[in-house]
């Protein structure tokens, strides 16, 4: 008789990001999925942005001095700090994934995801960050082509972030200043400067697209998911829900934001042909059966 052919390798956990509005139930169907895996080959749930909140995970104590930071930034009122923050957070991204598929796991269960929550978030920070200078329509250009609309950082802005970083924890901002050393390999051998960061992240939207994506696929370290799961949800009800819950809410989750985000999500996941895209409509339906239809859609 033949040898029996050797058994195939086990295939790496399915990568599945839930997307979408604040307030549309990632988190809550993120846990629901977990508890429906079983033991040996477990639904397990990472972070985009605070891999703390990853038991057994790596860089708890870097993703707490962040968060001091992201609160900060709140506390101020700084998109500048804000932006800066949320990149190095979902810079750690990377290295949880990678960590977690190295262990036995049937899928890893985001809540975002850094490549496409920058395209969707990053012209927002764009907009509070820049200033919109107007030309007048009755100026001539050297070409005689209509005039166009310019952005240009609003003056000053690094040195009073450079003011506002020596009032915040030394710990946390000594952490996170490491971590712009750690990634200088991704960023061409350059450090990334707190200061000045959220202008550079600005600046990368001039790219054209596949330009942008290389760059921060590079920058990440990390690949497109397997599924990306778009929870969809009005954002009046959006805006209720943020509302209805007990903390302070974030800078985006404003109700003038989040039809922006909306359809920030539905332009951004034009570019991942690569990844299985479904949509599901939230609505008012409870959180177990929105659980349920995520796992049938992703074959969980």
């Excluded at 009122?77 to 977690?100: H, I, N, W």
């Excluded at 370290?221 to 397997?226: G, I, K, L």
Aim: contains cysteine; charged residues 20%.
């Amino acid at each position: 008789m033949p040898p029996a052919p050797a058994p195939a390798p086990a295939a790496g956990p399915v990568r599945v990001a839930l997307l979408g509005v604040d307030g549309s139930g990632k988190s809550t169907c993120a846990r629901l999925l977990a508890q429906r895996s079983s033991a040996d080959r477990p639904h397990v749930v990472l972070s985009c942005l605070r891999p703390h909140e990853n038991p057994g995970g790596p860089l708890h104590e870097l993703s707490r001095h962040l968060d001091t930071l992201s609160s900060a930034a709140d506390h101020l009122g700084s998109p500048d700090l804000k932006l800066a923050v949320l990149y190095l957070q979902m810079c750690t991204y990377g290295v949880a994934e990678r960590f977690f598929t190295a262990r036995p796991a049937a899928a890893l269960i985001t809540e975002r995801h850094p490549l496409i929550d920058t395209l969707v978030y990053l012209p927002l920070y764009r907009n509070a960050i820049t200033t919109t200078i107007t030309p007048n329509p009755q100026t001539p250009t050297p070409n005689g082509t209509p005039a166009q609309h310019d952005r240009f950082p609003i003056p000053d802005r690094a040195d009073t972030l450079r003011e506002q970083l020596t009032r915040l924890p030394t710990p946390a901002v000594q952490a996170t200043l490491g971590w712009c050393r750690t990634l200088a390999p991704r960023h061409r051998g350059r450090v990334p400067r707190l200061d000045t960061l959220a202008t550079e992240l600005i600046a990368l939207l001039d790219l054209p697209s596949a330009a942008l994506m290389t760059e921060l696929t590079t920058r990440y370290a990390v690949s497109p998911p397997d599924v990306a799961i778009l929870l969809d949800l009005d954002p009046a009800e959006a805006a209720r829900r943020v509302q209805a819950r007990d903390r302070r809410p974030e800078p985006h989750e404003r109700a003038d934001l989040l039809p922006l985000i909306r359809d920030g999500y539905d332009e951004a996941l034009k570019a991942f042909t690569s990844t299985r895209v479904h949509r599901i409509v939230v609505g008012h339906r409870p959180a177990h059966e929105v659980a349920a239809e995520i796992a049938r859609t992703a074959g969980l």
